[in-house]
């Protein structure tokens, strides 16, 4: 179980290093050609990125929680039909169903 949780928490994070991070670098290289002509301080320049970048923050991290959630479920439930048609009595058994 730990493994799937693992499993999309390391997708996501890849997804995020794939996608976002090539933008990050590329937009730095610009403003450190506009800070050093005088276009503007880095305060305005921060929280623009910040106010443009943190919806898809919020969005990928409930994602998460959401793909982690329904995987642990699953699998829970995989793991008490298993033991129920395991044979043995369900109560004989300490689990978490």
Known sequence: MLGALYAT????????ATVIQPVISAERAVSYR????????????TL????ALYPMS??????????????????VYKFCKKL?????????RLHPC
């Open 34 to 45: 506009e800070r050093a002509a005088g276009m503007y301080s880095v305060l305005p320049w």
């Open 48 to 51: 623009a990125l910040v106010s």
């Open 84 to 92: 129920a048609s395991a044979g043995e009595a369900v109560s004989d």
């Open 58 to 75: 919020l969005y990928i991290s409930c994602m998460l929680f959401l793909l982690n959630s329904l995987t642990a479920l699953n699998l």
């Open 9 to 16: 928490t390391l997708f996501f994070s890849i997804i995020n």
